[in-house]
């Protein structure tokens, strides 16, 4: 696939996923005035923030708050890049695409730090601190899951991982993969039940000062992010393209809306988890887990 | 990828950039900003190794230090004397010896990188993170794995240290929280 056909797959996948999950959450959060009023509102929204003044604060670190809503944008595209969509040479064929993947997913945490330390302002600075202690928590288990899914299959591609699963998917041969990465998946793009870094007992967290663009392109960047990790997670743990009777773009679109939508969920169905309470859960629960997870791939592997 | 101009052009052009962010580590007057001109120029090594062919190490070696930046912005403003990190500060301290220690340790690695002889052994084409695999655990497993211990051992220690019940106590011992001097008729 050339390089112009990855982009706009990449393109199109995160705008129109991304469209998705704001119409979901809209949906979800109980909004009275139909699904009509739900499926304009994020065109109403990102035109209502695209002429909203931008209010700024005393001393601001001002290229730093630019860059952080582009570097968050940005980290969900590359993360994107590698995984196969329609076939299996519909995706940026790159032999270590799975460690690119986690790279760009851990990076994130350096967007949302910055993103709150920039504005030289209390409340956003507590965000990124609660972002950095929680995603330093599940970072190990998220790179564990997501690289036990290449034992088997031998390979980092995301390409080959995905033909390995034609006879069984990992989210049945690895039961404990999926339940692990979406958890921690949610808490990297502090969403859902670990959205603290952005909790409303913070006003806001690290956007509660961001305003205009630059807030529509904060969301747009964490909405894409969720993207990109329901993406990865139908590539690796269902199947991605393979299924049987209908093409393999379609099963696609199908297994990732299913994820996107089960993350959606969590942001009004779970109760929020305090953070100090959250990394207990990450070092004490779920990093034995995901190496129990790794030792017993390892095992049926062998 | 196959050695050619775009090759050399890419590999200087990175290296160019890690040196560039490297220097503005220290020409900057915010804790954070430093940690970050530190990861850049590491992101900046990490992309010379994927177009020498390493694609893995280079992959991870970012992904490793995305965390690591993070976890010493946030070390360098708890152990500094600057309220939230927030106050500009200088990076440079000690201007003289740090002079000489980077003018002597530049000469020496120049005098290395052109006196040297380096082996001419190309990694294998088909799949260099195999080749990478079998040297980190076959014939250099001994280093790795004592190095891997003694990582261990420090990051036990560490944590002993930094523990609320460290070994020398709770912390919290001994401290007394200021009193509000406020009296009740002060206020009309």
Known sequence: MTSLGILLQVAVSLVAGAYLFVVADRLMGGSTQGVRSALVYPVKRLSFLMVQPVTTTERPDFEAWILAPSLLLGLAAVGAVPIPVGGPSAGGDIPAGLVLFGAAMLIVLVAVFIFGWAPNSVFPMIGGYRSAAMVLSVGIPFSLVVLTTAIPAESLSVGVIVEAQSSLWYVLEQPLGLPIYLITAAAIAFWGPFDLPEGADIVGGV???????RLAMWRFGRAALLVTMSLMGQAVFLGGYLGPVLPGW?????????LLILL???????ARMRVQRFVWFGWVVLLPLALVDVFLSGWIAL | MTPGPLSYFLIAAFGLGAVVAGWLVFRTDSMLRAAYWLMVSFVGVGAMLIVLDAQFLGLILILMMSGEMTIMAIFMIMFMMNPAGLNPMTMVHQHRTSILAGVGSFLVLAWVGVVAEFPNRPAPVEDPTVALGEELLGRSMLIFESAGVALLAVMIGAIALAAKQGRFGDAFAGSVEPELDVEVGDRT
């Open chain 1, 207 to 213: 956007a509660a000062e961001a305003s205009g663009p």
């Open chain 1, 250 to 258: 379609l099963w696609t679109l199908v297994k990732t809306v299913i």
């Open chain 1, 264 to 270: 959606a969920l969590t942001g009004r169905t779970v």
